[in-house]
DNA sequence: CGTAACTAGTTGACATGGGACTAGTCCCGA
DNA sequence: TCGGGACTAGTCCCATGTCAACTAGTTACG
């Protein structure tokens, strides 16, 4: 399951923060898939792994193993629960690992999210409506960013490093940086900053495909 | 395909950039898939719908008929080229591209991006190779709010009004954010002040899972 | 003692994305 | 005039991710 190009072999299975979370905790310690998951939950991770459907954890596992990132320790049966299957991170999983993380920081991927989607087609909504839905999105982003200033002082009172806790402070940035246009807009919007011309886009529209 | 709550029914289908941006432009008048994608390339929204790949057009399209939101208009044969399917938009589409945008604006929907991943599992790389990624970020990010503010002076010199032009605002504000608090972060390192104690970390790990 | 919540893992349906493939048409230059 | 490359239009397969449900045993609580 790996190609080579000029000498130098690259894994095909792409990086996705599921695997490579797996592979981060499994070289941590050996860890069966619920084992992982609850990790992930107990260091509060879980608001940029989505480990709350366990179906992709199984999945993923799997495929791991499949490509030999990962091996089966034991299978060990605790009495009569279910059967666990207890995996370790191999030396080729480490590699990878590495690799995967370099590309994911290295490289922004380019991420098709619903909002500028929706901002796209406005012209569906009046101004009134449009107007109403920002104040709510604007609402949920503050409470999100609440939400992260909580745990970020939280972690920072246990004495967490910094380091631990950047991808909170990214989070915190960006959604921020979100909330603050949104505001922007809203304000612009309310006093008659943003004129709203269905007319003049449709026209546009017509001369461009006729 | 649809369930009722209360009376009130709301379709099951739920909303994606591809399959309101098809809605949109059926609302305009009516396409032929094809004639959806080079719609879309045409007016420069393929930064916010990923219809390079065709493939997800076609399904999503024989899902919006099969749900009743768009339908045959007419399969028209233009001589030897393969038989092209127009379809247009239907009043129960036109209703459910209203509520999908409404949706899609009001609620940021909780989204698992790569790089706060990569970030929360910074531990498996050093800090030297940290910052050499962080600077190739950096830089593909500054590429791309240089395009989009070359798109967005481009549009406003054709005398776009701005309400066209809010989705690429928005992608300009929130990938300038990100780049500044890369920049941030790299600056930190560079200047020791962001320490880098592995040690202090996997003591955390020890502790709070024995 | 019963029921609710947790532990663990499995399954099927469905959506998305990337890549490749077919097959015909049109244009441009050697 | 012939051949290559680009465009038109649609299809297929694979990998991955998400949701929701289902099984089935265990612990806790009233």
Redesign the interface.
Known sequence: MSTSYAGCSISIVN???MA??IL?LL??KPLHPYGVQR?IQ??G?D????VNQRASLYRTMERLRAEGLIAVRETSRDQAYPERTVYEITEAGQAV??Q???V??????????????????????TPQ??LA??D??LA??QE?VDALDESLSREAGLG?????M??S???R??T???A??VRS?ADDLRDNR????AE??AA??ED??P
Chains 1, 2 share one sequence.
């Open positions: 990086g996705s923060p490579l979370t981060a070289h941590y990790l107990q260091w991770k608001h940029v792994v989505n690992a590495r995967w993380i370099t994911m920081l290295g490289v922004p991927k380019p991420e098709f999210p619903e909002f500028p989607a929706a901002l796209s087609n406005l012209l569906l909504l409506d449009f839905t920002l709510r999105r949920a982003l999100r967490l490093p910094r380091i631990a950047l991808e402070e990214y989070l940035a960006v921020a940086a979100e603050q246009w807009i943003l004129p709203w011309d003049t886009l546009f529209a461009q495909a």
